[in-house]
Each structure stands twice: as structure tokens, then as C-alpha cells.
């Protein structure tokens, strides 16, 4: 018997906790002075000796369901039986979508066929499928229920991997004797990123082989270049190409376009359609010998769409300087600010809505609740940007209490300045487009400001005094923007300049840059909700793309040596592998679970001997 957690076994110490208590409570009559029997001789008083049985047997019974539970915890089990264990055929079964080629994957179902049916008597067989993922399609059991499941088995979307089928095997092994049969096509791009792949020194591999000789055209990429739509064709055949490429958009063919193609090359195809700015794209090539999966490609046009802004205001910030502002910039600029007033009572209301804008702007934070601090802060953490602005119906300790930035590190200036603007770093988004023009900036006169300590801000400009006048830093996966004076001619006269509408468009849209969501994905990266196989799918309200990856469109195949090449079979410790053989024998004979049924039984018989 071993034990797979022998550390456990220190719990048996415990049994001298009911032994002591079983001494330690022994019944010893005091003696009691009685006149009346005082010249009587004295004698002990016998115990019953039925007593002093159930006493024992309740001991035993105790220091029994001790034992019982450190054993069951240390995990027991017999290293002989699993020595006696049959052994294991594991079939491995390439489903990855070059197997999809006319005729191959009906040749690879016979293959595992036949793998199964040579198995010895008595000897268990597992099923694997495998791409880019390996999945257990039979656990190890008998052959009839891997001819079974085999069956179940198709070519899919996606591409090869060796080395997750590996790791799959190694783990249905376990260490022990192993024979796993791989069935598939030896294509190359199996092993592209891996150096080797390690498998246990005790599992005997056998690569069989379908045909690995194919002809395939691909469509490789699908995208736009100087407002055109463009394909990648690529041929992985050893003789030249051509064909017709069909453009569909929406599911409707728009566009047609021939292709020739030389042996082993790519080639680019252009379309005369001009592209359009929403919907979907398909481009798709007729391949007949070749690989289904990858004849067509799928993209989702995104149109561009104006950045979203709310603005947090107050009767006595309206902010009207900042709307004129971006009004005045419509039609001007490609990408158009549209900004919303909303008041502080209305945000915490307004969650839904805030989750679709692209950005919030602060004015005022008076009335602005707990709810509503809170979702603002779950705003900027979620990925939203946050252009802050000062001015008197901003407070700081309500801003620093939001976002939990230490007291006093934003506060009101009580001294007033008189002083100017300065950019420091002309390479700042917001002060880019500015150019040489920056210098307008030092005309504004600011007579009021916050007094922001810098730590752990990025300072894109300064007041002429050297402290800070536009600051930055990320929160969560968001960013705040932070303009240490106001937009509504306060505490300065920046709304009278040329440079307010320019300073206010930009800093608006670069907290508005929130990152995309992306709508393409391959077929083995697809997002929570997608269906693992190419093309056009909706989800979560918004249409994505999904595509093979181009990789397993090559037609380059590897000898078996080669390929057995790749494995490396040494490198496995031997402790590992022993303690993986242990944890195999402790699971299939679960004996902790005998121990603690065993306890119970013993507590149950305790309970019934301490009533009798």
C-alpha cells in the first residue's frame, strides 16, 4: 500500500486525544466521611464489566474513525494493482480543415479504423481529435466505444498543432505504457512556432500517413488599399494557377475579378468596386481539388462614426464656451465630436447610456451623488475617457475622494496667479496639430487655477510658474485629462482666443479615442458567444468575421521520420513520471472514498454503543 499525500498520515498523531480523555475521564469515587458505617471495612468498588467494555469499544471506535480520516486525506493506493493495469492505445485523429481535401478524411476514418481493430485483447483504447485544440473524444475504454466514437468525428476549421495533441496523449498516459497512433496528413505547418514537443519516454508513437499530396488555391487576405478592395490568392501548388474571384457584399456578388497565379506565390487581385462604408465582405474562389475551408474569406466594414461625448454641467457651468466650440469645428474636421449636456442628477440614470459614448467631460460636480461618482468612475475604468475641467463648481476633495487620489493632491490655488500657458511636449496628441502655432497658447491669461502635484501624471503643459496646466494618467483601462482652469471665461480669458476651439476639439477627441472593438478573429481565437467556424456571425449586437488561418493552407508535407524528429522523448524527469503513474493509480482506485464511507460507519456505531 502507498500513499499519494503520505504528510497526511502525521494526522493519525491525533488518536491521543480520545485515548487521554478516555483516561483522563475515568470514574474514581471521592470518599465521603459517614457515621453511621464508619467502623465498617472498607472495600473498592467494582465497575461493571459491561461498562468497562462499552468504554473500550467506544476507544476503538474513536481513535478507529482517526485513523480512517488521516488515511483517506493522505490518498492511498495499491501500487500493485495498477502494475497489473492493461495497457493503452491511444488514436489521434487529425480534424484540422487540410484534412477536408476530396477523399482524405474518408482515408483517415479508415486508418483509425483499422488502429482500433488491431488493438490486443484486454487492452484499452482512447480516441483524440485534434487542431489547434485536442479534445478526448473516447476516454480509454474498450474498442467498440472507440469504433463508436469515431464516428463523430469531421474535418472542421481548423489548423494543425502536434504539439496539443501531444500533451493530450501524454495526459491519458500518465506516465504509464502507452502506444498512440497518429493519423494525418504529416502537413508542415503543424509544427510552425515549435521548436520539439516532449512526449513520456514510456509511449511508443506510430505516424500513419494519408495522402499528402494536394493542389490548393486560397484565398489568404481580404482588405482595402487607396479605397479599393484587394484579395490575396495564394497558390501552394507546384504548377500555375488561374481563376475568378467573387466579391460579395452583404451576400450579394458586386465585383469579379481574374487571377493568374504561379506555382508556390501569392498574388494580389483588385476589384473595380468601390468600397462601401458598411456591411459585410466575402471574397470566394471555386477550388474544387483543394481545401474547402479556406476558398473564402470574410471581412465586416466598419463606417467611420462620430465620437459621442457627455457633458457633466450645472446652471452655473453650462458650458456653452465648450459647445459653441465643437460646433464650431463641425463640418470642418472628418470624425465630428456630437456632445450631450447632462446635470448630475440624471447620471446615475443614465448607466445604460454612458456604457455607448465615447467619452464624459466634468464641469461641475455639484449635486453629483454617490451613485453618481460611482458610475462615472466605472466609466474611465471600463475604458472611457474623462476630460476633467476646474472651475469653481468643480471641487477637488469630491475629485481626489472619487478616484482615490491622496488629500491634497488637487486643490484650489487661494493666492490666484497671473500667468500663461506653455505646451511642454509639442508631440502630445492634443498639442500636435497645433504645430508652431503652440505659442498662440502663451496669449491666454489665467487668473485662477488648481494646484495639482505631479506624481504619477504625465504633464503635457505648464503654466509659466512651472506648475502643471494639462495633465494625464490612466485609470483602469480608461484615462483622465485633467485642465487645471476652467472653459467658461472665469478664471481666464481663453474662450475669447483663436487657440480655445482647436485646444477644446482636441482634447475632447483624444479622450474619445477609445480602442475598437475588433471584428475579425480566427477561427481558434473566436470571442465568448461565436461559433468555432469561418464566416459572418453576430454577436453581442455587433457583426464580427471569422476565418481559417491562412497557415494551414500550405500543401508541405514532412517524412514520418521527421516528423518523429520533432518529438523529443527524454526529457520527461523520472520523479514526474512516477508521481504521474501514482496520481493514474490513485484516481482510477479512489480507495479515500472506501476510507471515509468506513469513518462514517465507525461514527454511526460510535453514536450507538455511548446511547446503550
Not at 473500550?56 to 474513525?65: C, D, F, G, K
Not at 466514437?149 to 501524454?170: D, E, H, N, V, W
Not at 496528413?185 to 513520456?200: F, I, N
Not at 466594414?301 to 460646433?327: D, H, I, K, W
Request: zero cysteines; charged letters at 20%; aromatic letters at 6%.
Amino acid at each position: 500500500m502507498n500513499f499519494l499525500y503520505p504528510a497526511f498520515l502525521l494526522g493519525a498523531l491525533a488518536v491521543a486525544i480520545p485515548i487521554v480523555l478516555h483516561f483522563l475521564r475515568r470514574d474514581v469515587a471521592p470518599d465521603v466521611p459517614f457515621t453511621a458505617v464508619r467502623l465498617l471495612q472498607k472495600s473498592p468498588v467494582e465497575r461493571s464489566r459491561r461498562r468497562r467494555l462499552r468504554d473500550l469499544l467506544l476507544l476503538a471506535a474513536r481513535v478507529t474513525a482517526l485513523l480512517l480520516l488521516a488515511t483517506a486525506f493522505a490518498r492511498p493506493y495499491a501500487s500493485g494493482a495498477e502494475a497489473a493495469a492493461a495497457g493503452l492505445r491511444i488514436v489521434a485523429v487529425d480534424r484540422s480543415f487540410s484534412m477536408g481535401a476530396p477523399g482524405r478524411f474518408a482515408r483517415a476514418m479508415e486508418i483509425a479504423t483499422a488502429a482500433i481493430n488491431e488493438t490486443p485483447f484486454g487492452e484499452r483504447v482512447a480516441v483524440v481529435g485534434f487542431d489547434e485544440r485536442a479534445d478526448v473524444v473516447a476516454p480509454p475504454g474498450s474498442a467498440a466505444d472507440a469504433r463508436s466514437a469515431l464516428q463523430t468525428l469531421a474535418a472542421g476549421s481548423g489548423g494543425t498543432r502536434y504539439g496539443a495533441m501531444l500533451i493530450k496523449a501524454s495526459e491519458l498516459a500518465t506516465g504509464g505504457a502507452a502506444t498512440l497512433v497518429v493519423v494525418t496528413d504529416l502537413q508542415r505547418a503543424g509544427w510552425e512556432g515549435d521548436s520539439t514537443a516532449h512526449a513520456p519516454p514510456s509511449m511508443k508513437i506510430e505516424v500513419r500517413a494519408t495522402d499528402v499530396a494536394a493542389d490548393n488555391l486560397a484565398v489568404a487576405a481580404l482588405g482595402f488599399d487607396d479605397g479599393a478592395v484587394s484579395a490575396s490568392v495564394r497558390n501552394t501548388s507546384s504548377r500555375p494557377r488561374d481563376g475568378l474571384v467573387l466579391l460579395s457584399h452583404n451576400g450579394r456578388a458586386v465585383a469579379r475579378a481574374p487571377f493568374k497565379v504561379g506555382a508556390e506565390t501569392t498574388v494580389e487581385v483588385s476589384f473595380p468596386w468601390k468600397p462601401a462604408a458598411t456591411g459585410t465582405l466575402t471574397a470566394t474562389i471555386e477550388d474544387p481539388a483543394g481545401f474547402p475551408a479556406d476558398n473564402s474569406r470574410y471581412t465586416a466594414l466598419r463606417g467611420p462614426s462620430a465620437p459621442s461625448v457627455m457633458v457633466v454641467t450645472s446652471n452655473t457651468a453650462p458650458g456653452q464656451y465648450l459647445f459653441r466650440a465643437l460646433e464650431a469645428a463641425a463640418g470642418e474636421t472628418s470624425g465630428n465630436l456630437t456632445a450631450q449636456s447632462i446635470t448630475a442628477e440624471q447620471i446615475a440614470g443614465s448607466r445604460s447610456s454612458m456604457a455607448a459614448q465615447s467619452a464624459m467631460v466634468v464641469l461641475s460636480t455639484r449635486n453629483l451623488d454617490r451613485p453618481a461618482r460611482d458610475a462615472i468612475v466605472e466609466f474611465v475604468t471600463a475604458g472611457g475617457g474623462l476630460l476633467l475641467v476646474a472651475s469653481p463648481d468643480v471641487d477637488p476633495s469630491i475629485v481626489s475622494a472619487m478616484f482615490g487620489w491622496s488629500g491634497g493632491a488637487v486643490s484650489l490655488d487661494p493666492a490666484g496667479r497671473q500667468s500663461s500657458l506653455t505646451a511642454t511636449d509639442l508631440r502630445h496628441p492634443i498639442f500636435r496639430p497645433f504645430g508652431s502655432l503652440a505659442a498662440n497658447l502663451g496669449q491666454v491669461r489665467f487668473q485662477q487655477a488648481w494646484r495639482v502635484r505631479a506624481d504619477g501624471w504625465q504633464v503635457p503643459a505648464r503654466f509659466d510658474d512651472g506648475s502643471a496646466a494639462v495633465l494625464e494618467r490612466a485609470v483602469g483601462s480608461g484615462k483622465i485629462v485633467l485642465f487645471a482652469s476652467d472653459v467658461d471665461r472665469r478664471w481666464n480669458d481663453f474662450p475669447l482666443h483663436p487657440a480655445f476651439v482647436p485646444f477644446v476639439v482636441e482634447a475632447v477627441r483624444y479622450v474619445s479615442a477609445r480602442p475598437a472593438p475588433a471584428d475579425e478573429f480566427l477561427v481558434a481565437r473566436v470571442p465568448a458567444g461565436a461559433r468555432a467556424e469561418p464566416g459572418i456571425q453576430q454577436v453581442n449586437g455587433r457583426t464580427i468575421a471569422v476565418n481559417v488561418d491562412a497557415r494551414e493552407s500550405s500543401t508541405g508535407a514532412m517524412t514520418q521520420a521527421e516528423f518523429l524528429a520533432m518529438i523529443d522523448s527524454t526529457a520527461a524527469d523520472g520523479g514526474v513520471r512516477q508521481q504521474a503513474k501514482a496520481e493514474q493509480a490513485e484516481s482510477r482506485q479512489s480507495l479515500w472514498q472506501y476510507g471515509l464511507m468506513l469513518m462514517l460507519l465507525t461514527l454511526v456505531a460510535e453514536s450507538f454503543v455511548g446511547k446503550a
